[in-house]
């Protein structure tokens, strides 16, 4: 957050988030999002149960217009793209026939040996990049014929570690994620 606020806002004040939210009454035992609603100030925080959806196809869609460097609560773009292919699930988006990242978390594909992930993302969330700091993940050129040497896919999100693997068959233009989750 900080980061944006910085490069997006020009704002250099580092902001204290332990000390401006405030965990509600309600959130119990489970899992929780934390959503922090921002421009110059803090705007809202919203607290959302969190459950992880589970893909069954995810469709490769090539957009090279699309451009995500930050968060935004803004999503139609890949609201838009996810209404115009209904039977995925989900979507990982290429650019020029390269990886970049699926409609709401970062990906990671095991080869058998190592942990890759693109060096295309279109936003290299925090999960991403701790993992990669931390050496569980590697930087590669995937592109989409690739995903045929890979056993494995992991969706990575703040709320998702590599705690969530699936199995998958490639087909030309999507994947079809193997077993229940």
Known sequence: ?????????????????????????????????????????????????????????????????????????????FKQMLDQNPEADDLIILHNGMLTDATFANVAFYDGSQWLTPHTPLLNGTKRQFLLDTGVLKEASIKSEDLKYFSQLALINAMRDLDIIYKYRFHDNYLLIQGNY
């Open 1 to 77: 957050m900080q980061k944006s606020r910085t490069e997006l806002l020009g704002i250099d004040k580092e902001v204290s988030l332990a000390e401006l939210i405030n965990i509600p009454d309600w959130v119990g035992e489970g899992l929780y999002r934390c959503r922090v609603s921002y421009e110059h100030d803090i705007e809202k925080v919203e607290f959302f149960s969190y459950k992880p959806v589970h893909p069954g196809r995810i469709d490769l869609i090539e957009n090279r217009q699309l451009e995500y460097p930050y968060k935004f609560e803004d999503r139609s773009g």
